[in-house]
Each structure stands twice: as structure tokens, then as C-alpha cells.
């Protein structure tokens, strides 16, 4: 039984560890950032909503976040722990995800707080690719697929995201600065909190969470 939260500026390597941390340890990948993503393409109400937020590089708003996430983390595949990234995001997010798993009689292991310079981050969300059919994450210099613009796993086409372009990640690296920095001390508070160097390489940024996250039996 295992509930991590990843927090970490975009572009701090979230999802790409996330991938490799799920599959070590056997939890379902909860990315709100994704779920939308998914939304938008099938053209939901909630798609057309949260799209507008997302391309200016704004927060979506709190109850919508909310009401996604739980309806999630309710389902049967959470029952044996989860990783949550991307979420929660706001203090306000972070008190209601409490909350509920509070009633439960269940509560959060560990927070990885993945760190990165600002320099890096704009680098590697700039040269980000995505597979549009999958979902898995490359970068044109530092992660290239074998094939330019197709996916190794699935052979998929690669695209980049809207809300990476550099204005829009100016953006979000201060609103991230703004709202979400404020968690790293309310989950200090509970002591709770793992700071990881998120600028070395993919296997060492791995090797550093595994060591956080401890013995599991
Ligand atoms: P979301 O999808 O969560 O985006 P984000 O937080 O901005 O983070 P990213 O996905 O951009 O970065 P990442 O940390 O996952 O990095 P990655 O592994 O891809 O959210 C998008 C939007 O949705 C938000 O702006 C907001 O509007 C909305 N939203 C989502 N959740 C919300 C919430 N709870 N409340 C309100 N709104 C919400 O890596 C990036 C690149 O770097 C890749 O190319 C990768 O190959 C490369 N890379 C990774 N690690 C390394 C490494 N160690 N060395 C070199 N390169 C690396
Ligand atoms: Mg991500
Ligand atoms: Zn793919």
C-alpha cells in the first residue's frame, strides 16, 4: 500500500518518473493534467472548459479539479494506493484531498518534491515531445525516439503540447511558483515531504525517489 504525491514546476520530469515508479511499485499513474488532456480530445463539457485554462497557462478551477480527482481515486484500482501528479496543486486542493481520504481512515506516505532551475525546465518543455496514442514522453535532444516523431512503444505520432510554448510556460512556472509552492510546507508540516534534485539524469532522479519512498514490504 503506497500514496505518493509529485509535486515539481512543469517540466521537472513528473510524468516521466511517474511511469517508472508505477510500474516499480504496482499503483496506478493519477495525472489530472492528463485527464483533462483526455477530456478535451473527447470533446466533453468539461473538455471545452478546462481547454481554456489550460492553454493560457492558468490554474483550472478548484471544484472542477476536485470533483475529477475524487471521482478517480474512488475508483477500484486506488484501493491498493495510487500516485497523484499534478494534483493536488492549490492549498485549498491539497486541504479537500485530506479530507477526503481522512473519512476513509486513510491518508498520504510520502510528497516528492522534484526540483529544477527555471533554464532547465524551459529547455525541456520547449523540446517535449508526446505520443498522441499513448501518451509516453520524449525530447527532441535529451529523450529522442528512434524514429523522428513516432513512438518506440507504439509507434504512435508525436506532438507537441499547446501550453508548451514559451510565453505559456512562463506562465505556468509562476503560477506554480504563486499557488503550488505554498504545499511543499504544508505537507512539511506533516512531515511528509522528500526533496529530490530533479536536474541529474532520468536513472539517478529514479534511483533518489526509490530511496525516498524506503523499504515497502
Ligand atoms: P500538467 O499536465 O500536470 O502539466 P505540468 O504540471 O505543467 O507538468 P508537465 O506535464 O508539463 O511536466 P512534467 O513534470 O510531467 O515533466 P515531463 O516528465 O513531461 O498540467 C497541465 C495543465 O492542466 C496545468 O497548467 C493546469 O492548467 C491544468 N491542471 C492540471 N492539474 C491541475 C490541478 N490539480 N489544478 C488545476 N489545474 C490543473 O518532462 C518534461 C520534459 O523533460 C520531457 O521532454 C522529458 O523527456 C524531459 N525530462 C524529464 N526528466 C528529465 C531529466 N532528468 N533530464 C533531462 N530531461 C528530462
Ligand atoms: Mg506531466
Ligand atoms: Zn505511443
Known sequence: MLRLILLGPPGAG???????ICQKYSIPHISTGDIFRKQ??????????????MNRGELVPDDLVLEIAEARLTEE??????????????????EQLDKFLNEKDLSIDKVLDIRVDKEELMTRLIGRRVCRNCGATYHVINMPSEKEGICDVCGGELYQRSDDTA??????????????????????KAGKVAHIDGS?????????????IGDRE
Open 14 to 20: 513528473k510524468g516521466t518518473q511517474a511511469a517508472r
Open 40 to 53: 478535451i480530445k473527447e470533446g466533453t463539457e468539461f473538455g471545452k472548459k478546462a481547454k481554456e485554462y
Open 77 to 94: 484500482d486506488c484501493k491498493h494506493g495510487f500516485l497523484l501528479d499534478g494534483f493536488p496543486r492549490t492549498v485549498n486542493q491539497a
Open 167 to 188: 510565453a505559456t510556460v512562463e506562465n505556468r512556472i509562476g503560477v506554480y511558483n504563486g499557488l503550488t509552492v505554498p504545499l511543499i510546507e504544508y505537507y512539511e
Open 200 to 212: 541529474t539524469g532520468l536513472d539517478k532522479v529514479f534511483g533518489d525517489i526509490v530511496i525516498a
